[in-house]
């Protein structure tokens, strides 16, 4: 499995918007290092979170469960996370835990940090019975 | 291929090198890969975390017929708990009422075609079965 590589930036526009890329997989022995890379953005007080996932080749439940537990801390800010360019087999798993429910895929991360420059998308509403 | 391992997470990394060779030698496709590792990683983590009591070792078991692809993990001196029985995480929840856990063994059910459950002799074996499509091998 290829090493999982982060990298952070912050991007100072109307609102500052962080951009993390991910490049490799995320399992259990390294999903905790996504978590402190979302943290870290949070701590700094930046809820606007794009996660390029474009050299990403592999997400476990581990990942997933990463994500579940930011975007609820991020969204008690105003904020939201989005998830760009997932490749088809991240893109099934993420259907099969059915998160299109909670978390809006976008096809490339310019697409992503256009809907919070604009401050018009707000991502998808959670679904409820 | 069979081959035992350490009863801790961090023998993941030596557990994707062996799926990685027996991907190799099997010819099989990426799209089928991605799935062997995904089943193999959540089985094992939740034989680590739930099972109570074993051996120092897991052993894993992957073999390939013509049409199907068999995961096989096995825990020796263990308690029963049967992981095929655990409910279902309810993915339709709001994202208030989810939690980080339990997606695991929802996605294993989710990617396989059959998951099943033997205990004897204080052994537990869980058992996951892939069909294979011609496109596949």
Same mark, same amino acid.
């Given at each position: 499995m290829e090493k999982l590589i982060i990298s952070e930036e912050k991007l100072n526009g109307k609102v500052p918007v962080a951009l993390i890329t991910l490049k490799g997989s995320i399992e259990t022995t390294n999903a905790a290092t996504l978590e402190e890379a979302i943290e870290r953005v949070i701590n700094d007080r930046c809820y606007q979170i794009v996660v390029d996932?474009?050299?990403?080749?592999y997400i476990s439940s581990a990942g997933w469960g990463i994500f579940i537990s930011e975007i609820k801390r991020v969204r008690r800010n105003g904020g939201d996370i989005k998830l760009a360019k997932m490749n088809p087999a991240v893109r099934e798993v993420f259907e099969i835990l059915e998160f299109h429910n909670i978390l809006k895929p976008y096809s490339s991360k310019e697409d992503a940090l256009r809907d919070f420059m604009s401050g018009v998308e707000k991502g998808p509403e959670t679904k409820r019975k | 291929m069979e081959k035992n391992f350490k009863r801790?997470?961090?023998a993941l990394d030596e557990i994707f090198s062996f799926v990685d060779d027996f991907v190799t030698e099997s010819r099989i496709d990426d799209a089928v890969a991605f799935s062997i590792r995904l089943a193999v990683e959540e089985l094992f983590t939740n034989f680590v975390r739930?099972?109570? #009591?074993?051996?120092d070792h897991i052993a894993i078991s992957l073999k390939r017929d013509s049409n199907q692809l068999l995961i096989q993990l096995k825990d020796f001196q263990v308690e029963p708990f049967?992981?095929?029985?655990?409910k279902s995480v309810?993915?339709?929840?709001?994202l208030e009422k989810?939690?980080? #856990?339990?997606l695991g063994i929802h996605l294993v059910k989710s990617i396989v075609d059959k998951l099943s459950y033997e205990y004897s002799k204080r052994t537990l074996c869980v058992t996951a079965i892939k069909n294979l499509e011609e496109q596949d091998v």
């Open positions: 996932l474009g050299g990403v080749n | 801790e997470i961090s739930h099972n109570t #009591g074993g051996l049967d992981m095929t029985k655990v309810d993915v339709d929840l709001p989810r939690k980080a #856990g339990e």
